[in-house]
């Protein structure tokens, strides 16, 4: 890739400077103001527009499989893309869920020929728990564990132990209280539209 800059509002030390950002490689190699860039290196001035690192999405729902009519990887990534977002972590409540090594490379398979950005994984709580850390080790990002799999661990003492006993494990908590979402949804028909009133603000809260 050939020497290029491009040129545009820069967050520098606290506030925005109209600059020109200079690559190499695909790597910055400078920061100057825009009359500074050399005549012999092609500039691409994008105005006032704003010029951001690539952002990063933790909680992304990339549904291949048995669910792909509602995303997948493609459009997923694609979106994600559109809207600056450059690495995106999906999440494992897939169909059949990401929970164990073989599902997840199963994952990394299909994604490979389908993503525009960078993808990760989380790993579901497998039934037998040593799947998750085995899937965690082999290159998940974190052991995803939903309202409903605290519960389960709260009273599976093996469960517990094993995920406990096991040696440094990155969990990532879907903090929602599950009494007040079971509440909800026995006052409140359980249809998409009423998604954001059973699982509503006080359930977070909490």
């Keep these: 890739m050939s020497n290029f800059a491009i040129s545009g509002r820069v967050w520098i030390n606290n506030e925005f400077h109209e600059v020109a950002v200079v690559l190499k ?8 103001p825009r009359s500074s860039v050399p ?3 092609p500039l691409i001035d994008f105005g006032d527009n704003l010029i951001l690192p690539g952002l990063i999405d933790v909680h992304v729902h990339l549904r291949d499989f048995e669910q792909s009519y509602k995303e997948d990887f493609s459009s997923g990534t694609k979106a994600a893309i559109a809207g600056g977002y450059t690495t995106l972590l999906a999440m494992p409540n897939t169909k059949p869920p990401i929970s164990s090594t073989e599902m997840l490379q199963n994952a990394k398979e299909r994604a490979q020929e389908k993503i525009f950005c960078d993808v990760g994984f989380h790993i579901g709580l497998n039934e037998n728990p040593v799947n998750s850390i085995k899937a965690l080790r082999k290159g998940g990002f974190s052991i995803k564990l939903y309202p409903e799999d605290i519960r389960l661990i709260s009273e599976d003492e093996g469960k517990k ?3 406990t006993n096991e040696g440094e494990i990155f969990f990532t908590v879907h903090c929602e209280d599950l009494e007040r979402i079971e509440a909800n949804k026995a006052k409140i ?3 998409v539209e009423n998604h954001s009133r059973i699982r509503d603000e006080i359930a977070e809260l909490n």
């Design 161 to 163: 132990k094993i995920l």
């Design 189 to 191: 028909e359980n249809k």
């Design 25 to 32: 490689e695909g790597r910055i190699v400078d920061i100057l």
């Design 39 to 41: 005549l012999n290196t």
